[in-house]
């Protein structure tokens, strides 16, 4: 008798509703901490006047005048950036978007085509899968791929915004104190930091929550076909965000060389 014959899934050591509280409730967490963050840097002000603000980003009051601080320019200079910024999301988007769809065929396409997943048997003591239709795992792959570039898209867009945000912000504590622009600067990384990876795993947890819905994991080699199809969600990611993350990295030293 084979282990495929005899397979029953092991005892988790957490209960399925235990571990959707913990992931959760850190998911959250990290959102919470993320707007705390933001809320910090939102008391830095930059404008006189409400009029001006045109991005609507921070209360009205005014900002306190200090030695050598030129207004004016970090205004100019900082909106200029952010309509750039915002310029060049929109145009890279619309390259992102085609990518997504051009690759995720080309994912289903291959996938789809492999034809080796029938039932799981231990082969060699390993877990390989006979002869069967791969469309539906093609097509789950590639959905988790999609998505997967969607969520680095998302997180690269808050990243952006939060960088130039966050860049002004940071010029204008420097005029009080190395300390203030420091920490001015560190709670933006973490609004961006902490975004990132609690909306990675909170949409994680989704789609392997979705997934599991097809993939009846009492059946032998079920559990690793699942996780293959996930597979694609770091794929979609990674590939999306080196663009984004080096892009937003150039346009935070250019506002800070700039002001």
């Given at each position: 008798?084979?282990?495929?014959?005899?397979?029953?899934?092991?005892?988790?050591?957490?209960?399925?509703?235990?571990?959707?509280?913990?992931?959760?409730?850190?998911?959250?967490?990290?959102?919470?901490?993320?707007?705390?963050?933001?809320?910090?840097?939102?008391?830095?002000?930059?404008?006189?006047?409400?009029?001006?603000?045109?991005?609507?980003?921070?209360?009205?009051?005014?900002?306190?005048?200090?030695?050598?601080?030129?207004?004016?320019?970090?205004?100019?200079?900082?909106?200029?950036?952010?309509?750039?910024?915002?310029?060049?999301?929109?145009?890279?988007?619309?390259?992102?978007?085609?990518?997504?769809?051009?690759?995720?065929?080309?994912?289903?396409?291959?996938?789809?085509?492999?034809?080796?997943?029938?039932d799981a048997k231990?082969?060699?003591?390993?877990?390989?899968?006979?002869?069967?239709?791969?469309?539906?795992?093609?097509?789950?792959?590639?959905?988790?791929?999609?998505?997967?570039?969607?969520?680095?898209?998302?997180?690269?867009?808050?990243?952006?915004?939060?960088?130039?945000?966050?860049?002004?912000?940071?010029?204008?504590?420097?005029?009080?104190?190395?300390?203030?622009?420091?920490?001015?600067?560190?709670?933006?990384?973490?609004?961006?930091?902490?975004?990132?990876?609690?909306?990675?795993?909170?949409?994680?947890?989704?789609?392997?929550?979705?997934?599991?819905?097809?993939?009846?994991?009492?059946?032998?080699?079920?559990?690793?076909?699942?996780?293959?199809?996930?597979?694609?969600?770091?794929?979609?990611?990674?590939s999306i965000a080196?663009?984004?993350?080096?892009?937003?990295?150039?346009?935070?030293?250019?506002?800070?060389?700039?002001?």
């Amino acid at each position: 008798m084979s282990l495929s014959d005899n397979f029953s899934p092991s005892v988790p050591v957490l209960n399925d509703k235990y571990v959707t509280i913990f992931i959760c409730t850190s998911g959250f967490l990290g959102l919470l901490f993320a707007l705390y963050q933001y809320l910090k840097i939102r008391k830095i002000k930059v404008y006189h006047d409400m009029s001006i603000d045109r991005y609507h980003l921070i209360d009205p009051s005014s900002v306190e005048e200090q030695r050598g601080y030129d207004q004016s320019k970090l205004i100019t200079v900082y909106e200029a950036i952010s309509e750039g910024a915002s310029a060049f999301l929109a145009q890279e988007f619309r390259y992102m978007y085609i990518f997504l769809v051009i690759f995720g065929t080309i994912i289903v396409i291959l996938v789809g085509t492999a034809g080796n997943c029938g039932d799981a048997k231990v082969i060699d003591g390993m877990v390989q899968f006979t002869d069967g239709s791969c469309w539906k795992r093609g097509g789950l792959t590639a959905a988790s791929f999609v998505v997967g570039g969607l969520t680095s898209m998302l997180s690269g867009y808050i990243g952006m915004r939060i960088a130039v945000y966050t860049n002004a912000r940071t010029t204008i504590g420097a005029i009080h104190s190395w300390s203030m622009a420091f920490n001015t600067a560190f709670s933006g990384g973490a609004v961006m930091g902490f975004t990132l990876c609690s909306l990675g795993l909170l949409i994680l947890y989704g789609i392997i929550t979705l997934y599991h819905l097809y993939f009846n994991l009492t059946i032998f080699g079920n559990g690793q076909a699942l996780f293959e199809c996930i597979a694609g969600y770091g794929l979609g990611g990674s590939s999306i965000a080196l663009d984004v993350l080096v892009v937003v990295f150039i346009l935070k030293q250019l506002m800070l060389g700039l002001i």
